[in-house]
């Protein structure tokens, strides 16, 4: 390995070559993976010790994402899957390969049996090793690893045999804090991006609830808005394919519609015939997954299939611009949600129809729909921004990590 990135000691010496490779078991104590609690008699509790699963690490970053709380008695009969600060984990199944290091603020918690906890113990940085497996050689080893027929799973002697290259504590350290400057930058960036999220969402609430109103360009009042049935501003329509691959194959989930390939590795079924076709303007509601919000305008795509399992629109009540800002408010989330029920399996929620369109919202009249969208569009734009700056700094990371670690 010849790093293109090298750092100098502080007498601005070159450090030794990188000619010599350690297995990560070698500098590592009990590489294990987690275990789910319930299947050896424990009960989730309100509060307690954290409980990660997968979803805890996202684009290489350990986040508090999905989480539940385990009670002291099954941590400890858990003690070999126990994570704390500066301990590596890592996905051995679904997207395996991905890692994210525990924040050293994490002094006891729990990981579930899709994932794996490495903890260095000797002649090693924790941040070096952990930036070392984000690295793109590392991660595409990974990637090619596949058991069984259909799904792929990352073992522990997988894991154990990685090769870690030998470098001396010092340089450790300097690539340590070099990367982790950029993460800082990176931290700030998404923090900016959370903000101004938030600043939109109490825009549009005050919108919405009428707390704030716009005036007419000659400053006159704009009309009282009007109560609708929601039936009455939205018209389905059925449009099939009758041939395989007719169209773009996209899916829609609750943060939007993208291209099939996006988020899954496949199609889902194993013909597309008889998918629905949508164009610009679409509104498409899940016939399963409505009361958690999903629901999209298609504002991406000139037009596309999706899966039957949809009901798709168009709409006639309203403006569509103004459709897609309004689908999106929080509390349309709740307006979902009223109109579905229980279903016979309990863990999920069947849409009655007829309730949902007889469901009332109050309308603006067009003119003070089009400054509405144009207060919320100005302020998506500064979010896409600052998304296209927090997505700038990540790709430097990523360059950087393939400068160090070619």
């Not at 987690?34 to 290489?60: H, L, M, S, V």
């Not at 003690?79 to 600060?85: D, L």
């Not at 027929?149 to 450790?172: D, F």
């Not at 300097?174 to 923090?191: C, R, Y």
Request: charged share 25%.
């Amino acid at each position: 390995m010849i790093p293109k990135l090298r750092f100098k000691d502080d007498n601005g010496n070159d450090f030794p070559a990188w000619n010599t490779t350690v297995r990560l078991e070698e500098i590592s104590a009990f590489i294990t993976k987690g275990a789910t609690p319930t299947t050896y008699g424990f009960e989730w509790q309100i509060k307690g010790i954290y409980f990660f699963r997968n979803d805890c690490i996202k684009n290489n970053i350990f986040v508090y994402g999905d989480y539940s709380y385990i009670s002291e008695e099954a941590n400890e009969f858990l003690k070999r899957s126990e994570i704390r600060g500066d301990d590596i984990v890592i996905a051995i199944t679904g997207d395996i390969g991905k890692v994210g290091l525990v924040p050293r603020k994490i002094k006891k918690a729990n990981i579930n049996q899709h994932l794996a906890r490495i903890r260095i113990i000797k002649n090693a940085i924790p941040y070096f090793v952990y930036s070392y497996l984000c690295s793109n050689e590392i991660q595409q080893n990974y990637k090619k690893i596949k058991t069984g027929l259909s799904m792929a799973q990352l073992s522990l002697n997988q894991i154990r045999k990685t090769k870690i290259p030998v470098v001396s504590i010092m340089e450790q350290r300097k690539i340590a804090e070099f990367l982790m400057t950029i993460d800082q930058v990176i931290e700030i960036k998404k923090k900016t991006v959370i903000a101004w999220e938030e600043r939109k969402k109490g825009v549009m609430e005050k919108l919405f609830c009428q707390k704030i109103r716009f005036k007419t360009d000659e400053k006159s009042e704009f009309p009282e808005w009007r109560e609708k049935q929601f039936g009455e501003i939205i018209s389905e329509f059925k449009e099939k394919t009758e041939i395989e691959n007719e169209d773009t194959l996209l899916s829609c989930a609750i943060n939007g519609i993208f291209l099939n390939s996006e988020l899954f590795g496949h199609q889902r079924g194993q013909s597309n015939i008889g998918y629905l076709k949508i164009k610009k303007g679409t509104l498409v509601l899940s016939t399963q997954n409505l009361h958690l919000g999903n629901a999209n305008v298609n504002m991406r795509f000139e037009h596309g299939i999706i899966s039957p399992a949809y009901k798709t629109y168009n709409i006639v009540g309203c403006s569509v611009e103004y459709m897609n800002q309004w689908i999106k408010w929080d509390t349309t989330k709740r307006f979902f949600y009223n109109a579905t029920t229980v279903g016979a399996s309990g863990c999920r929620r069947n849409v009655d129809w007829n309730l949902l369109y007889s469901q009332k919202i109050d309308v603006p009249c067009p003119e003070e729909q089009e400054k509405i969208v144009e207060c919320l569009s100005a302020l998506d734009d500064v979010v896409e921004k600052q998304k296209e700056t927090l997505c700038a700094w990540e790709n430097l990371k990523d360059g950087l990590l393939q400068q160090v670690f070619i």
